[in-house]
């Protein structure tokens, strides 16, 4: 055990009898995993979500909706808490309340990137931030394909939101496959070039991503009529959310002005608008003034 002055980081060896079982079956995985926090549990349906770093208004949406969904039903999501996708789909887990693991590309003791330290900070809170590198390892590009190879091990099933026709995040969906892994992806605009990448794998036999239930069908988990609810309203939500949003420009626009176009009270806008700042989609440069961010 080693200590950074956050979190006790623990070292499990190969053959630790708490090294990921999951992990086991493949040749291919590191003798050794660093953890700050804790490991995925066993029991627990894992999915890992993937996806563009250079991500879309769309692709940040439903990452973060897919996540909170899944997490909310028991579901634990895996990511590489890099920019754009796993970043987004880290912060819906973590509002789903289920734990969610982060597999970086660099020591424990370091977080990459500097942008998404707030998840550094809140993931190992109650679940882990995992590397097969030594503390002090910098961030080095080579270091990041290898590390799929861990993430798409831990999940039961693979979601991709989002990739160009040459992505690191396929690299992830081809360990999946090799795997023996259940791979989904997001379909999209076929002249969207954030969408090549999903719409290939789907060309290719990937299951097609149109709800969360039918994820939750694939994984075995039955959403109750509880569940259903909440994700109808979820989808209302996310209607309104891109209603307030579609009226935002770069240009920083009074809430009164907002309020004219909008047909929603404004307690529901001001409620939206706070949502979009804490997803980092918006900024208020000035009180009650409202513009996206670039």
Do not use: W
């Not at 039961?156 to 081809?174: F, M, N, P, R, Y």
């Not at 990448?197 to 239930?213: D, F, H, K, M, P």
């Not at 109808?232 to 891109?242: A, D, G, P, T, Y």
């Amino acid at each position: 055990m080693e200590n950074t002055g956050e979190k006790e980081v623990i070292c499990y060896h190969k053959l630790h009898r708490e090294y990921p079982r999951r992990l086991l079956h493949y040749v291919d995985m590191p003798p050794r995993l660093f953890v700050r926090g804790v490991l995925p549990r066993e029991d627990r349906a894992t999915v890992a979500i993937v996806g563009a770093r250079m991500c879309s208004y769309y692709g940040q949406v439903q990452a973060f909706e897919y996540a909170k969904a899944l997490s909310q039903a028991g579901v634990q999501i895996i990511s590489g808490m890099a920019r754009g996708i796993d970043g987004h789909a880290h912060r819906g887990a973590l509002a789903g309340g289920t734990p969610t693991f982060a597999v970086l590309g660099c020591g424990v003791d370091i977080c990459y990137p500097r942008s998404n330290y707030d998840l550094y900070k809140k993931i190992p809170e109650q679940g882990g931030l995992l590397s097969e590198l030594p503390l002090g390892y910098e961030p080095l590009p080579r270091n990041f394909p290898l590390r799929n190879r861990i993430i798409s091990g831990l999940a039961d099933l693979v979601l991709v939101i989002e990739a160009k026709e040459k992505s690191g995040s396929l690299i992830t969906a081809d360990f999946a496959l090799e795997q023996g892994k259940t791979v989904y992806a997001l379909p999209g605009r076929v002249s969207d070039e954030l969408s090549y990448g999903c719409n290939r794998l789907i060309e290719q036999g990937a299951g097609i991503a149109c709800s969360v239930e039918s994820l939750l069908e694939e994984l075995g988990i039955s959403p109750g009529k509880s569940d259903k609810l909440l994700i109808k309203s979820q989808i209302r939500l996310e209607s309104q959310k891109n209603m307030v949003y579609s009226c935002l420009d770069l240009q920083p626009q009074n809430l009164n002005q907002l309020l004219e176009k909008i047909p929603l009270s404004p307690e529901e806008v001001m409620g939206i608008l706070l949502e979009l700042q804490l997803e980092e989609l918006i900024v208020e440069p000035m009180k009650n003034y409202y513009a996206k961010i670039k």
